[in-house]
């Protein structure tokens, strides 16, 4: 806040106030004209009324404050004109000196009422009903309070003083009245909130509203010397302080407002009131004036008036008691709520893994055995992606419902998130368990309704019983094991926990651990085997492999890790290092060989890696990095990755579309759906082994691999038989109608130089 500083405003409002007061002093001595005094009159109006509009215009200030200072600037242009208007019946005659005529008390009344109405429409909280009573009912105590001192102090001297003007009388007393109730208004808001305004300047003008009120109350006093009048020296100081009021505001304008005081302090000027009044009953009724009865029914008046405003704040106490006791409910069933959420899920509303652990712990507390199932959705991802998050969430809710109509009465069902669920229910060994969860299985075939589809489900399940002293969370760590070990044996299966399977898990941990430094220090590499036309024995393509040259353990073999990499997600890394190593080495070859170079060259491809969204942009991108052509690349994916639809499909469309083959791998030892065939995007079918071994003796394998090559020509696709290793079997291939194989026959997987040195012409059949 800017430091005060004299203005030439103040100082001219000063010296007026100064000029005042030494007129009403010299005419305490001795008498002076009665129309000197009220010279100052206007001038004093003029000065306040230009510091309202000065302060209204202030830049900064803010928009309720600026409106305030405008009705207070009204309300002095009404005082002023009554003082001019009460200087003219002095003049003409109309009122005694010490009187008010009607006409100018209803003008300084409107003043009044114009600031009260500006000081009420301060921009603040809004206002109850019950703010509003109780604002009116301190308004009456305070007035109440004022008409009581007014009566005895008139009365005294009524006679000479009213000199037969009833209506004079009472116009100065509505006006003392009046000033009272602005003086409690502005002190009132100063302490419980001023919103935009300055907190001193509502203390200045209350000071301004008691000086006003003084003035009518000196009325009385001076009817001795008629060539004097309160308000030429009243006024004259209430509008310099009013002067004061507007400086300061006009100073605070920017400034973020004090807060308001925490205790209601103007009911301490409601307390004085009845003090002041019952003490004024006191010494009247000891001295035993005529007046009493005047002053005892102010008194009483007075006492009613607090009553009531007493009554009203124990109302709003009542109010306030059956509010915070709505609130304390609420806090409860708040605090209920979020207890409830802290141990149950959202969407299925069934018990969370905090619930589930208390739970199995207080079971095997108990002394009772105790089986925790862990049931993983299969392939729930796919009806994500195809079906869509709400269809997705539907069917969770749904397998919620359909888990807790099969498990046991005693036993409880959760989910852990995800599409993972819980069960815990007795069980006095694991083939009790797992007859329980065989049931549960089946139970989840049956089609469940959500959203509107009927779909089936499988899941994989892992069960690990335990008994009095076992860790609830260690159980629950074994029935994690084994359902990773159901999920490896295929879907829908369901799996008893072996303490074998910890050490499979750690020894696949220590070496996912491995071959994340291998795959960081280049101690992987790619391995190429030919592919070749039975007709001469040329090799058109090369299948890429991976391979993992460990520093001392030597060749790694490719069962041992790939296990691993799948389970712990690092066959996504991997997997996206073998693309790109063998596109630079396809377009190495084409560089080099030129013509003579081989057609294409194949990489297998995970279903966890297809399923990453982006794998078509990323596949796109090695091949532009490299300078590979689309149709010198081909994909090997499995039945399993695309058998589901979903995102991988989606890839796999948009990779063709991009001209990339694609090779449907180990066909036959997956889900075998011919309709397949006709959704996913294939190129070539690669027969599995195992319909190769047996190909050169009667039976089902040579009739599954004789139907094979029909299906594909059918469907104009290649066929590539797999794991040819004699040349018996390359003969009976090749009269069944096989055109290209694959297998040790041919060549084992061999490093890029030495597949370099091999021209696509040369047979490599006796190679071997």
Avoid at 87 to 103: F, S
Avoid at 198 to 209: E, I, Q, S
Avoid at 327 to 333: A, D, G, K, N, S
Avoid at 385 to 403: E, M, N, V
Wanted: aromatic share 6%; net charge neutral; proline share 5%.
């Amino acid at each position: 806040m800017a430091t005060w500083r004299p203005t030439r405003l103040l100082v001219a409002a000063s010296l007026l106030a100064a000029l005042a007061e030494v007129w009403f002093a010299v005419g305490l001595v001795r008498p002076i004209p009665v129309m000197a005094g009220w010279v100052a009159v206007p001038f004093a109006s003029g000065f306040a009324v230009s510091a309202c509009l000065s302060t209204a215009a202030t830049p900064g200030l803010a928009p309720g404050a600026a409106r305030f200072w405008r009705h207070i600037g009204l309300g002095m242009v009404f005082i002023g004109l009554g003082g001019l208007s009460n200087a003219a019946d002095m003049y003409r005659g109309i009122a005694l000196p010490q009187h008010v005529g009607q006409l100018t008390a209803v003008v300084y009344l409107t003043g009044l009422f114009v600031m009260l109405w500006g000081l009420l429409r301060i921009p603040a909280a809004r206002r109850t009903r019950g703010q509003w009573l109780r604002f009116g009912l301190d308004s009456a105590t305070v007035i109440v309070a004022v008409l009581t001192f007014a009566w005895h102090f008139l009365l005294r001297r009524w006679d000479e003083w009213s000199g037969g003007n009833a209506a004079g009388t009472r116009a100065v007393i509505a006006l003392m009245a009046c000033g009272a109730v602005c003086v409690f208004g502005f002190v009132k808001v100063a302490f419980t909130g001023t919103g935009p305004l300055d907190r001193r300047a509502l203390h200045l003008l209350a000071l301004t509203g008691g000086a006003g009120a003084t003035g009518g109350a000196l009325a009385p006093l001076l009817t001795d010397r008629p060539y004097l009048n309160g308000t030429p020296v009243v006024l004259p100081v209430t509008c310099l302080v009013l002067c004061f009021a507007a400086d300061r505001q006009r100073r605070a304008a920017g400034v973020e407002p004090a807060p308001p005081y925490r205790r209601a302090r103007p009911g301490v000027v409601l307390y004085l009131a009845v003090f002041a009044t019952c003490a004024l009953l006191l010494a009247v009724a000891r001295a035993g004036g005529n007046d009493t009865l005047g002053v005892a029914i102010g008194a009483v008046a007075l006492a009613l008036v607090v009553a009531a405003r007493q009554a009203t704040a124990l109302r709003d106490n009542d109010d306030l008691v059956e509010t915070l006791d709505g609130r304390l409910r609420e806090v409860v069933e708040y605090q209920e709520t979020l207890a409830w959420q802290a141990t149950h899920d959202a969407l299925t509303h069934l018990p969370n893994r905090r619930l589930l652990t208390q739970y199995t712990g207080e079971a095997l507390g108990g002394g009772d055995r105790v089986a925790v199932a862990l049931v993983d959705i299969d392939d729930f991802k796919a009806i994500n992606d195809d079906l869509g998050h709400g269809t997705g969430d539907a069917l969770l809710t749904a397998i919620a419902a359909r888990l807790s109509e099969l498990c046991p009465p005693e036993g409880l069902v959760a989910r852990l998130g995800g599409d993972e669920y819980a069960l815990v229910f007795p069980a006095a060994d694991e083939p009790a368990a797992l007859l329980v969860l065989g049931a549960v299985a089946a139970g989840l075939r049956r089609p469940l309704d959500a959203a509107g589809h009927a779909l089936v489900v499988e899941a994989s399940v892992g069960v690990a019983v335990g008994e009095a002293g076992t860790d609830a969370a260690e159980l629950l760590r074994r029935a994690d094991v084994a359902m990773y070990a159901a999920k490896e044996r295929g879907k829908g299966r369901q799996v008893a926990y072996d303490p074998a399977m910890d050490q499979r898990g750690a020894e696949q941990a220590r070496i996912a651990a491995e071959l994340r430094v291998a795959l960081d220090t280049g101690q992987l590499r790619v391995f190429y085997q030919p592919i070749v036309r039975l007709a001469d024995g040329r090799t058109v393509g090369v299948e890429a492999l991976v391979r993992w040259q460990h520093p001392g353990r030597g060749m790694v073999r490719p069962d041992l890790f790939v296990p691993a990499a799948e389970r712990t997600g690092l066959v996504v890394p991997v997997g996206q290092w073998v693309l790109a190593e063998a596109c630079r080495q396809a377009a190495r070859w084409r560089r080099e060989l030129g013509p003579d170079a081989l057609q294409y060259v194949s990489v297998n491809v995970s279903p966890r890696q297809l399923r990453e969204a982006g794998f078509a942009g990323r596949l796109r991108a090695e091949l532009h990095a490299a300078g590979l052509p689309p149709q010198n690349l081909m994909v090997e994916v499995t039945e399993t990755a695309v058998f589901d639809g979903g995102s991988a499909l989606e890839e796999l469309r948009e990779i063709q579309r991009y001209g990339v083959q694609v090779a449907l791998d180990d066909f036959g030892t997956g889900h075998s759906s011919l309709g397949l065939l006709r959704t996913c995007p294939v190129d070539v079918l690669k027969v599995d082994k195992s319909f190769v071994d047996n190909v050169t003796e009667a039976g089902e394998h040579s009739v599954v691999a004789e139907a094979l090559i029909g299906i594909s020509d059918g469907l104009r696709l290649r066929a590539v038989a797999e794991g040819v290793e004699t040349r018996e079997q390359a003969d009976a291939l090749r009269r069944l109608g096989y055109r290209y194989a694959q297998g040790y026959l041919y060549g084992r997987p061999l490093p890029a130089e030495e597949i370099s040195a091999l021209r696509p012409e040369q047979g490599v059949g006796s190679a071997r």
